[in-house]
């Protein structure tokens, strides 16, 4: 039984303009890039600004076109394709800001300091960015650095959406260890993100502390944020006890009237039984046009 793709089979035309943004780190002054898309045709008004990291070992390129290629089994995926244009946004996808391992930021403060800083760094190259406008969007790994984003700059972001995020980093890198997911075991996963992080949680707690959005309950309770997870989540587990929903009850315990919402979208329809190439599908396959539709209601 499968409950995907939601969307149809057939590719939209994809009218976005492209180029590839370089622009100096704020941490460190290496040069950085960003892969930014704005409709094929603009006005003299500013434009709203998406700001998209992507998962671990996804490349921005994979993020905006929709998942790697053994993706396409199962059908389609939109991804970002073709909705800059579509609604009149501009949405930047870093390539990452990581230590040591390509592609695997993990919301390293070099990460979220130049993510920050593109929102400035696209004033430099031309692109005219409506500061009330500015948005944060991810899912796995790009959800953790989205709310990250949010919880450390909410006097900058009107709206963050988060699919599936990683919150808690230890506790992530310790269900890792004990994984039987074949791609977790085969790529050894747990050691990437102890090579990235610089150590195990054991040995530098505070490592982990810092990339983490339970650390920022703060700034994420002043930020309008919408979470969607699943509790059936084969890639994130534990997402009631260390991530999503434990957040989202942070949050609120922080402030009541805080503005995040959370989602378990597993429970849909009252489908309880999944196999594991569904629960991997589930973590995977996001609907950015949704996120982008709910981030668009709202502004600073």
Same mark, same amino acid.
Request: proline share 7%; glycine share 8%.
């Given at each position: ?21 370089? $622009? ?54 939109? &991804? ?118 610089? &150590? ?17 309950? =703060? ?8 979470? $969607? ?32 919402? =959370? ?6 329809? &009252? ?30």
């Amino acid at each position: 039984m499968s409950i995907l793709p939601p969307h149809p089979q057939t590719i939209p035309d994809d009218r976005s303009r492209m180029e590839e943004v370089r $622009f100096p780190s704020s941490s460190d002054g290496s040069s950085r890039a960003a892969l930014v898309y704005s409709p094929a045709s603009a006005g003299a008004d500013p434009l709203p600004l998406v700001l998209a990291p992507h998962p671990i070992t996804w490349t921005a390129a994979q993020e905006y076109q929709g998942g790697w290629d053994g993706m396409q089994k199962w059908g389609y995926h939109r &991804g970002w394709r073709g909705l800059a244009d579509q609604y009149g946004v501009i949405i930047a996808l870093p390539h990452g800001h990581h230590r040591r391992e390509d592609n695997c930021s993990l919301g390293a403060p070099e990460q979220i300091a130049d993510m920050i800083h593109l929102i400035d760094a696209l004033a430099g190259a031309g692109y005219r960015v409506d500061a009330r406008r500015v948005y944060v969007c991810g899912k796995s790994m790009g959800g953790q650095e989205a709310l990250v984003l949010a919880g450390k700059f909410p006097d900058r972001l009107a709206a963050c959406v988060a699919f599936n995020p990683i919150v808690n980093l230890a506790a992530w890198q310790e269900d890792l260890a004990r994984s039987e997911v074949p791609e977790i075991r085969e790529f050894e996963t747990d050691q990437l993100v102890a090579r990235e992080v610089g &150590g195990l949680p054991t040995e530098v707690p505070e490592l982990y502390a810092e990339r983490s959005a339970d650390s920022y309950v =703060e700034g994420l309770s002043q930020t309008p944020t919408l979470i $969607f997870w699943s509790d059936e989540d084969l890639i994130v587990p534990r997402q009631i006890t260390h991530h999503s929903y434990r957040l989202h009850q942070l949050v609120k315990a922080r402030s009541a009237a805080a503005p995040i919402a =959370e989602y378990n979208h597993t429970r849909a329809h &009252g489908l309880t039984a999944l196999d594991d190439e569904l629960r991997w599908q589930l973590h995977e396959w996001c609907d950015y046009e949704l996120a982008l539709q709910w981030l668009l209601c709202h502004q600073r």
